[in-house]
């Protein structure tokens, strides 16, 4: 729950952009995050928000673990089924900013 | 019990580097040294990738109240569930679902008929108010990570009138402060959780840091973030200096996320309050603040804890030492229960419910697996 996911921003519409986590592309919201971020920029999901900003340099060190997590899946791994887990249940429809 | 995930280290030479000089300085130290981190997400690096195999059997790593759900005490278990018995809708975090109250856990009301929900992040829940008129309460637990998504959508002002949060928040710095000044406490010093101080920032450690005389090193979740960490940390120990290393400056710097501080702070405030089986912790609770009690299911509904009571704790959850494990003064293998009439399709504690206790990951990792192998007979 604390360990985020992080991913790459394909596109921003206002506060909410959609972000690819390996492939599975997932809508996070901007409204947490403290630096402006653009389209290409890498970020740290956690449930749903941005937390920080991934800088450039740091994007291989930061994607390692969970590349490794989301490769040896075999079942009964509370790590990788968390990271997984976020994955799976980033909502596709992000409620924000729509009129009710 | 499972079988261990096996892994290679990233960097084999490096991770086998981190080893030797931890061997080494603690052979300086020539005594025992108690740490603790506050993570769960460092208690499942660390049992997934077999670190603690690697440490010298003198330097202990102590798993502290850094398991969220596993802190949320039972009376705010309680409160959910009379909220259900009450017919609220109650949204939550799925590692909540099955955490213990005084005798019911959240499933339990699912159960029985009532309407329960877990959420992937609180703008789910938002959705869930939006398609009906009845109450809908977000039951919110965390740590400060957490908890700042909460506070963002309890600035916005286009919130359906039905939605409310029943706020089980925590905030992590005055537990430490609560387990340093324990006179029993043997630990030395903290390995702070990296996620959380994007949040706060590693300076939020300086004022820890000057009233206890000990170390704190933020750091990553790589295992060789956690060795490196380690490293700063028993160094510190050892040359008796009380100090705060950010040994994660990829993503933590001292000032930390202002924006999102700015919000939680606008949002909550620090409240005195009991962790499951720990203590009170003073300051240790995030309570929604007064311009917001129209958005608090505390102060919105007439909120019978006593109604989910029930006939008390059962004789076997009386017996739990969660508490006594997340200060560092036992161990799951202290547990007469543990692996028994405790594991994780039928827990008992919360330390076996959740996916960042210490029980559930002990058990699911199988304790303390052997890597030394894996980096070369390290040791
Ligand atoms: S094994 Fe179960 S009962 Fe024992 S301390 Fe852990 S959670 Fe509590």
Redesign the interface.
């Known amino acids: 729950?604390?360990?985020?996911i992080p991913g790459r921003i394909v596109e921003i519409t206002g506060l909410t952009a959609v972000v690819d986590f390996w492939g599975v592309r997932k809508q996070v919201?901007l409204?947490?995050?403290?630096e402006p971020v653009k389209p290409g920029d890498y970020i740290?999901n956690?449930?749903?928000?941005a937390?920080?900003r991934?800088?450039e340099?740091?994007i291989e060190?930061?994607l390692?673990?969970y590349e490794?997590l989301l490769r040896?899946t075999?079942g009964?791994?509370?790590?990788?089924?968390?990271v997984a887990?976020?994955l799976g249940?980033?909502?596709p429809?992000?409620?924000?900013?729509e009129?009710? | 019990m499972?079988?261990t995930?096996q892994?290679k280290f990233?960097d084999p030479a490096r991770a086998k580097a981190l080893v030797d000089r931890l061997h080494a300085l603690m052979a300086e130290i020539g005594r025992p040294v108690n740490v603790m981190h506050v993570?769960?997400?460092h208690e499942?690096?660390m049992a997934?990738f077999g670190l603690r195999a690697t440490f010298p059997k003198s330097l202990n790593m102590i798993m502290g109240p850094g398991c969220?759900?596993c802190i949320t005490d039972q009376p705010e278990v309680d409160e959910a569930v009379a909220l259900v018995m009450q017919g609220a809708t109650v949204a939550t975090?799925?590692?909540m679902l099955r955490v213990p109250g005084t005798s019911k856990s959240l499933a339990d009301a699912q159960a029985a008929g009532g309407r329960v929900e877990v959420v992937?992040?609180?703008?789910?829940a938002?959705?869930i108010a939006?398609t009906t008129t009845d109450p809908v309460v977000f039951f919110a637990t965390?740590?400060e990570?957490?908890a700042?998504?909460t506070a963002?959508?309890l600035l916005?002002d286009?919130l359906?009138s039905n939605f409310t949060v029943l706020s089980a928040h925590k905030f992590v710095p005055p537990a430490m402060n609560v387990v340093a000044g324990m006179e029993e406490s043997l630990v030395e010093g903290f390995l702070a959780?990296g996620?959380?101080a994007?949040?706060t920032g590693w300076g939020i450690f300086e004022e820890f840091v000057e009233k206890y005389r000990m170390p704190v090193v933020v750091a990553g979740?790589?295992?060789l973030d956690i060795l490196a960490g380690m490293v700063a940390l028993v160094e510190l120990v050892g040359r008796g200096t009380p100090a705060v290393v950010n040994a994660y400056p990829?993503?933590v710097t001292r000032e930390g996320?202002?924006?999102?501080q700015e919000?939680l702070w606008r949002v909550f405030k620090m409240q005195s309050g009991h962790w499951r089986g720990i203590a009170d912790i003073p300051e240790g609770n995030l309570e929604i603040r007064d311009e917001f009690a129209h958005r608090d299911a505390r102060r919105v509904y007439r909120v019978d804890p006593a109604l989910a009571a029930g006939d008390g704790p059962s004789d076997l959850a009386v017996q739990c030492l969660c508490g006594s494990i997340m200060v560092g003064l036992k161990t799951p293998h202290d547990c007469a229960l543990y692996g028994k009439d405790c594991v994780p399709e039928n827990p008992v504690g919360a330390c076996m419910v959740s996916?960042?206790g210490t029980c559930?990951?002990w058990w699911?990792?199988g304790g303390r697996p052997d890597v030394a192998a894996m980096i070369g007979g390290a040791r």
Not at chain 1, 1 to 4: A, F, I, K, P, V
Not at chain 2, 257 to 260: D, E, Q, V
């Open positions: 729950m604390c360990l985020g919201a409204d947490l995050v403290d740290l956690h449930v749903g928000y937390i920080r991934i800088p340099d740091d060190g930061t390692a673990l490794e040896e075999d009964g791994d509370l790590m990788a089924e968390d887990g976020e249940s980033l909502g429809a992000h409620p924000k900013g009129p009710s | 499972n079988g995930t892994m990233r993570c769960g997400s499942q690096a997934r969220p759900v975090y799925g590692d992937y992040s609180i703008d789910q938002v959705a939006r965390g740590f990570t957490t700042v998504t963002t959508v916005r286009d359906p959780a996620h959380a994007i949040i979740f790589e295992p990829r993503c996320n202002r924006r999102a919000q996916s960042e559930k990951i699911q990792y």
